[in-house]
């Protein structure tokens, strides 16, 4: 319900334009309860924690001067274990964190690629912003739906911007970038990922060879592809000069 211009009248039915879900912030109507004893970090003695699970948030809080700043690879690393972060995931890193979980947990609720619903074990992420919309991208991701839909080993959705631009459409399936993928592709695409096979090899971001005679590149096959030895001759007007400013030694104060 609103003001008009005019005052003293009203109009309903006005709402404001929404996601189809909402928002794109997961929880945002989720009500706090009020009734619960306040929040305590749990007991690491009488929590179960598995040990490589442990040592593994250990490692990521040695990283930090402040061990809270590790709250986001150790949500992905109880993510990976779980397979969402589910409240026995967010107890287990509360424990090992020494943070109450409801800490973790507003952390995990506002970042899109931690999970805090069961999903199916399969992300695939639609990229859905501006680039992979003008080549196709809601087409793509309604193929994409079309073809999993029903499946609980999918986790299917868009995502408003995974920055690879170069390769539109493209979606990151558990991670990895694929494009550009036309809609022909989607069966096989999905095809593969049921298979436990590389989806689409050809289409892989990470199996592209790099300009970088010294980079190494990954291949399906494991072997490092050999880069051109030569890229010809100096340029006209290449010339040795002094290093740029960033890369010169401070100079000492003039101490006469």
């Known amino acids: 319900m609103r003001h008009n211009g005019d005052r003293g009248t009203q109009r309903t039915g006005d709402q404001v334009p929404r ?14 309860d009020l009734t619960k004893d306040p929040a305590t970090v749990p007991d690491l003695a009488t929590t179960e924690v598995p040990p490589e699970l442990r040592a593994e948030i250990e490692a990521h809080m040695a990283k930090y001067p402040d061990h809270r700043s590790a709250a986001i690879p150790a949500l992905a690393a109880v993510q990976r274990w779980h397979g969402w972060c589910s409240p026995a995931a967010i107890e287990q890193a509360a424990a090992v964190m020494r943070l ?23 992300a695939v992420y639609v990229c859905t912003n501006i680039s992979c919309s003008l080549c196709g991208a809601d087409e793509l991701l309604e193929a994409v739906e079309r073809a999993t839909d029903g499946d609980p080993d999918f986790n299917v959705r868009s995502f408003e911007c995974l ?60 072997a490092t592809p050999q880069g051109p030895t030569s890229y010809g001759g100096e340029m006209p007007g290449d010339a040795a000069g002094p290093p740029a400013a960033i890369e010169n030694p401070p100079t000492q104060p003039d101490q006469t």
């Open 19 to 32: 996601f189809g879900h909402g928002s794109r912030v997961p929880g945002w109507d989720d009500a706090a």
């Open 100 to 122: 109450t979980p409801g800490y973790l947990v507003s952390v995990a609720s506002f970042y899109d690629m931690l999970e805090t619903t069961p999903v199916g074990r399969h």
């Open 163 to 222: 920055g690879a631009c170069d390769i539109a459409p493209m979606a990151s399936v558990d991670g990895v970038y694929i494009g550009p993928i036309t809609l022909d592709e989607v069966p096989r695409l999905v095809e593969h990922i049921r298979e436990g096979l590389p989806p689409l090899p050809a289409k892989q971001l990470r199996l592209r060879r790099s300009v970088d005679p010294g980079a190494a590149t990954a291949t399906p096959g494991g």
